[in-house]
Nanobody, 125 residues
Framework: QVQLVESGGGLVQAGGSLRLSCAAS????????MGWFRQAPGKEREFVAA????????YYPNSVKGRFTISRDNAKNTVYLQMNSLKPEDTAVYYC??????????????????WGQGTQVTVSS
């Protein structure tokens, strides 16, 4: 497993930007696929972005494609989520996650074996 700590959440106006960070320790970070999920009050957790261990493959759902960008710095054991053109419906707790397969993250498979504690993102209209 990987220990994950998110940061960078906060309050932003619609149309604004935020960058989330997730610092990892434990299993070799460079071998782990990483991803972001979010959960709004009263809703199920949903997939937001995934990146392969080498950063060669990324996945996004249509709801964030073109607005969000996932990236990673293996030298710093950190994964990022750049969020632009934020909308009120992006308001949620955002969670960082790790797995050995990027497909596992993109499909929200039980193989996702590591989760962060979450960081709140609130977008005001």
């Amino acid at each position: 497993q990987v220990q994950l700590v998110e940061s960078g959440g906060g309050l932003v106006q619609a149309g604004g930007s935020l960058r989330l960070s997730c610092a990892a320790s434990g299993r070799t970070f460079s071998r782990s696929a990483m991803g972001w999920f979010r959960q709004a009050p009263g809703k199920e957790r949903e997939f937001v972005a995934a990146i392969s261990s080498s950063a060669g493959v990324t996945y996004y759902p249509n709801s964030v494609k073109g607005r969000f960008t996932i990236s990673r710095d293996n030298a710093k054991n950190t994964v990022y989520l750049q969020m632009n053109s934020l909308k009120p419906e992006d308001t949620a707790v955002y969670y960082c996650a790790a797995a050995l397969s990027v497909t596992a993250i993109a499909t929200m498979s039980p193989a996702v074996d590591s989760w962060g504690q979450g960081t709140q993102v609130t977008v005001s209209s």
